[in-house]
């Protein structure tokens, strides 16, 4: 269902950045090399993206990422699109997985990387809501940093209580869908929330969460889903920021 190799008509009628997603070889579960960066590129760009904000995971033992690797390997990355004539903007912050080691390097936003100006993008374990949340997105706001939970609609926590998602947002998170999401790509109970999110408007990003070539082709077919052309015309900031 996912898969349509054949059609590269754009999905997206107007220039749109993605702001999610795992295109720096080597570092994550994403990409495996500077070839398949630049096969999802070029996939994501014949179907009207405009720019990359992407986003290694940074996740304390499974994935030590920081600047020291996240921007060496964004340089090999443009370097690699140069020699072969592509382009393109390519630019880089991280997805932070909620935490200890997390709630100890917010205690340096300097070293923090961000989506724009002040934009933290992050995410939590799938199962129950980190009892570190309400502090860790306190913390941030008395920083000014607004935290943009990646996918909602993923989190089995959220599926099960609907009014935890309302208290988030209360507490001044911005929500950032997946596309494929929309496919049922992570399941029934992630399309519906999603679905959801779009029907409220609460959706503030729109995000590939791009790991491989399939998942870039994938993106193919969520161009005619109603949801996500309704959630085209909501005033997404990913316009923002590349
Ligand atoms: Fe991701």
Excluded at 5 to 27: C, E, M, Q, V, Y
Excluded at 96 to 113: G, H, N, S, T
Excluded at 121 to 133: A, C, G, R, W
Excluded at 213 to 227: E, N
Aim: glycine fraction near 4%; aromatic fraction near 10%; include cysteine.
């Amino acid at each position: 269902m996912l898969l349509n190799i054949f059609r590269r008509t754009p999905i997206l009628k107007t220039g749109f950045p993605d702001i999610h997603s795992h295109l720096l070889a080597g570092l994550d579960d994403g990409s495996k090399s500077l070839e398949q960066s630049e096969e999802m590129i070029r996939l994501m760009l014949d179907l009207g993206y405009t720019g990359f904000v992407t986003t290694p995971h940074i996740m304390s033992d499974y994935y030590r990422n920081n600047r020291d690797t996240i921007f060496p390997a964004l340089e090999r990355l443009q370097e690699h699109l140069k020699t072969v004539g592509l382009t393109v903007r390519v630019q880089a912050a991280a997805e932070y997985y909620l935490d200890e080691a997390l709630m100890k390097m917010i205690e340096k936003p300097d070293q923090l990387l961000f989506l724009g100006d002040r934009y933290f993008l992050f995410e939590t374990n799938m199962f129950s809501q980190p009892l570190t949340m309400n502090e860790f997105i306190f913390k941030l706001s008395v920083e000014s940093i607004r935290p943009v939970l990646a996918h909602p609609e993923r989190y089995e926590y959220l599926h099960q209580d609907f009014a935890k998602v309302e208290e988030l947002r209360d507490r001044g998170v911005l929500f950032q869908i997946n596309s494929l999401s929309l496919l049922g790509a992570y399941g029934k109970a992630a399309e519906k929330l999603a679905r959801t999110l779009i029907e409220k408007e609460w959706v503030s990003f729109l995000g590939s969460d791009c790991h491989t070539p399939l998942h870039a082709k994938g993106l193919a077919d969520v161009a005619r889903d109603r949801h996500f052309k309704k959630a085209l015309d909501l005033p997404l900031l990913n316009r923002t920021l590349v």
